[in-house]
């Protein structure tokens, strides 16, 4: 089945120790989105890319990275993770932009800080 | 600035009708996506409005009205496995979706 895969699913990191966060898709889809969603709240994107052209939101942090070697793969990386960056990170996808697509979401990586 | 409004909780009975109420104002607008989201999973989509009116898709159905600025979302015959989370997002000009923080939905037997 066509799908939208995250990995680890749950992510245990120290205050400050860098993390990657991976997902992959095999829905052949143009568009990839990062979402970081904390309890009770809404989405909030962190960045996407439309093929490989990246788009970050410009209230993103620094400390948050991103990488798209490929069509199929997308990486977030968190630089020095704070208490604060305890969340679940949602991967998307979606055929294109300009144009109404839904978006196809990963299950998820909660990610934990201690 | 773009806001989008839900109630953040709604109880109902199995077997009942809910309907869970969406308002928005976006810069622009490019329809209107409902998502469903069980605790700790990811959303799945359910419906999408861009024309004014009610879609029906089985048990649920989705309403807009671009003029008041206002979905909802209905949900008939519940079922417990329809307790969850359930997520307004606007498309707006730019074809981002802005997102509600959602309305959890609890259904008791």
Known sequence: ?????????????????????????????????????KSSQAPKLLFHYYDKDFNNEADTPDNFQSRRPNTSFCFLDIRSPGLGDAAMYLCATSRATGDIYEQYFGPGTRLTVT | GQNIDQP??????????V????????????????????????????????????EEKGR????LSRSKGYSYLLLKELQMK????????????????????????????
């Open chain 2, 60 to 63: 649920f159905s989705s309403f």
């Open chain 1, 1 to 37: 089945d066509a799908m939208v895969i995250q990995n680890p699913r749950y992510q245990v990191t120290q205050f400050g120790k860098p993390v990657t966060l991976s997902c992959s898709q095999t829905l052949n889809h143009n568009v990839m989105y990062w979402y970081q969603q």
């Open chain 2, 8 to 17: 953040t909780e709604m109880t109902a009975t199995e077997g009942a009708i």
């Open chain 2, 19 to 54: 309907q869970i109420n969406c308002t928005y104002q976006t810069s622009g607008f490019n329809g209107l996506f409902w998502y469903q989201q069980h605790a700790g999973e990811a959303p799945t989509f359910l419906s999408y409005n861009v024309l004014d009116g009610l």
């Open chain 2, 82 to 109: 329809d307790s969850a989370s359930y997520l307004c997002a606007v498309c707006d000009s730019n074809y981002q979706l802005i997102w509600g923080a959602g309305t959890k939905l609890i259904i008791k037997p």
